[in-house]
């Protein structure tokens, strides 16, 4: 019988060889606890297909090799157009952006944050992560937002760095397989996907990470161990819905770690990985934990409460089938990163998972079987994630699940190669076939390059009002504080707000939004209406016009994006029922762009006003 080349560090019970297969009667819980450094391939066959067995290591296969050589060197120079483009770019941190640039400037002050970004619910997603990886490069930025997308990169960077570190342990097969599914999922998400700060995207790679991790976890491997917890906290704590999810992954590594520390051959290298792990573990959830027992009502205390008494309703499990469904479905959605049209989509995908489950447990290969369980509890925690969701079903708030897509592909594939690596001596090529295609994946992404429309438009809103900046920071230097700002509509308004309080900050004034957003922007960038001196009312919509008749309050300062003929163009336009004509959304034609254009410029129309005396909330 061949044997294996065990990779550096094998020794103690770290995992060297491609894996572990049970082969003949090998008892399953043996084998999942057997020493990956002595795992051998009972069954291999001899001769010339001797080393085409799903648990033989391809550590002499060079052409694969020097594929994966190729593949990283091209990921290199994706990473260095993208960091290039980062840092180019004259981009603002506006809206949700704008608040997590504001709690990342205040890492290492007396501010800290100990919770993560707010949540529509009325409290923050779990903890502060997010933040501290970003402040570094935020700094070196001088406080610009690109500062946000350079740290974003860095943070999905390290994710995919984790991702391969822990699949290049398990062998040169998992790791071309994993590097390829991998690449197709950035393909989904776009280039810009990884330098986009917005916390329900940047857990969606981290999230990948954790359940390789995982599956690696459950096998004995330390490193994997430490990169299930860094990558599943991380993915936790920028957005509560990765709870159910990274729950399911914890539970897959505990499981598989505690019976090797239970029953294992080197229960003292399992006990200390362990150990590790759940020391890791405890030192990033450090600072949501002090939150917790310094706040009352803390905030783990609240999102808890609301998960078990939570008094809105869910969106249901139909949709949370579809959601599922629709990332398991064809054509993948997690490569072609749109969204599904179908109301009842066939999750081909989930059938094909099922398929690789039995035929891993009927083949007796323990990596392989390990992965597919771990792939179907993760897609149940999915459904039931995306079911309970509350409130208005955003297509953001669904977009992670596009990870269990990716996930269920690379088991099918898994499977199939193993079994006709078992079969065909030319199935040993299979590997190098996975790195040719992940060379071939990067290189669409670095021509194609970024799609940058999403986050352009984000900043575009504001930049069109900028001119009403200068002049409201003007009558604030003459106006006695504090000031309370109040936006209207929490629209455009709301993003003037958030860059207003940057700059007063910077400029010594004392102006903060009401103290009941404590929870959005931090309690110290917050005025309590009652001992406000002014109010300063950002405008948009209807409410422009109610301020301009009330003789307390003057403008300030005004955009206004339309001729009074546009406006009445617009509101002709507006009254249109867009649902019921065939021209509309689905199928726009040339009154329907026209209302876009005119909506999209109307959506910036605002008007600054300031009390006269004190708030009429507050008449003193």
């Known amino acids: 019988m061949a044997t294996h080349d065990v990779a550096p560090g094998a020794a103690g019970g770290i995992e060297g060889p491609d894996d572990e297969s049970l082969g003949g009667d090998t008892d399953l819980l043996a084998a999942i ?8 391939e009972p069954s291999a066959p001899t001769g010339p297909a001797e080393r085409t067995g799903p648990g033989v290591d391809d550590g002499h296969d060079r052409v694969t090799s020097w594929l994966l050589v190729a ?3 091209v990921g290199l120079i994706l990473l260095v157009t993208l960091i290039v483009k980062v840092m180019t770019w004259d981009w603002i941190a506006v809206g949700d952006y704008g608040t997590i640039r504001l709690h990342t400037l205040d890492v290492g002050t007396s501010h800290t944050p100990l ?10 997603h779990p903890g502060p992560l997010l933040f501290y990886v970003l402040a570094p490069f935020l700094r070196l930025s001088g406080g610009d937002g690109h500062g946000l997308l350079l740290g974003a990169l860095v943070a999905n960077t390290a994710a995919v760095v984790g991702t391969l570190w822990v699949a290049a342990r398990a062998g040169r097969r998992w790791l071309a397989l994993t590097a390829v599914v991998l690449a197709l999922l950035i393909c989904g998400l776009d280039t810009a996907g990884l330098i986009d700060p917005w916390n329900p995207y940047t857990l969606i790679v981290p999230l990948f990470a954790a359940t390789i991790a995982a599956w690696r976890a459950a096998l004995g491997d330390r490193v994997a161990a430490v990169v299930l917890m860094v990558a599943g906290s991380f993915a936790v704590q920028s957005h509560v819905l990765a709870g159910p999810p990274v729950a399911v992954l914890l ?3 505990v499981v598989g770690l505690g019976l090797r520390c239970w029953r294992g051959p080197d229960r003292r290298h399992d006990r200390f990985t362990a150990l590790i792990a759940v020391g ?9 934990i002090i939150e917790q027992f310094t706040h009352s009502p803390g905030n783990l205390g609240q999102i808890i409460d609301f998960a078990l008494h939570g008094d809105e309703t869910p969106v249901g499990w139909a949709l949370g089938a579809r959601v599922v469904g629709r990332a398991l479905s064809l054509p993948p959605t997690w490569i072609t990163g749109g969204l599904s049209s179908e109301l009842r989509p066939i999750p081909w995908a989930l059938f094909g998972l099922l398929a690789a489950t039995l035929w891993a447990w009927r083949r007796r290969w323990t990596s392989e079987l390990v992965l597919c369980v771990t792939t179907l509890l993760l897609t149940l925690a999915a459904f039931v994630g995306s079911a309970r969701v509350t409130g208005v079903a955003f297509p953001y708030l669904f977009r992670w699940v596009w990870v269990v897509g990716a996930l269920a592909w690379l088991c099918i594939v898994a499977v199939v190669v193993a079994e006709l690596r078992s079969r065909w001596t030319w199935a040993r090529f299979a590997p190098a076939a996975l790195a040719g295609g992940t060379i071939v994946v990067l290189l669409v992404l670095v021509v194609r390059g970024p799609d940058l429309t999403d986050l352009k438009r984000v900043d575009a809103p504001l930049r069109a ?9 003007d009558a604030l230097r003459e106006a006695p504080g504090p000031v309370v700002m109040t936006p209207t509509a929490f629209g455009i308004d709301s993003s003037l707000g958030i860059e207003l309080l940057g700059r007063t900050a910077d400029a010594g004034l004392d102006v903060g939004f009401p103290s009941d957003l404590g929870y959005v922007f931090g309690a110290h960038r917050t005025v309590d209406p009652a001992q406000a001196q002014r109010e300063l009312v950002l405008a948009s919509g209807p409410a422009r016009a109610t301020y301009a008749a009330d003789p307390n309050y003057v403008v300030v300062a005004e955009f206004e994006p339309l001729t009074p003929e546009e406006w009445a163009e617009f509101d002709q336009l507006n009254a249109i029922d867009w649902g019921s004509r065939p021209d509309g959304a689905t199928n726009p034609g040339p009154e329907y762009r026209r209302y876009q254009e005119l909506s999209d410029k109307a959506y910036t129309a ?6 006269v005396g004190r708030p009429s909330s507050n008449p003193g």
């Open 280 to 288: 890791v573990g405890v030192v990033l959830w450090i600072p949501p």
């Open 465 to 473: 009002v900028s001119s009403v900046i200068d002049p409201t920071m």
């Open 115 to 124: 919770l993560g970004v707010y949540s529509r619910w009325g409290w923050n």
């Open 606 to 611: 605002l008007t600054v006003f300031l009390s």
């Open 33 to 40: 606890l057997a020493d990956p450094a002595d795992a051998a």
């Open 251 to 253: 539970g897959v590594g």
């Open 71 to 73: 593949a990283a060197a």
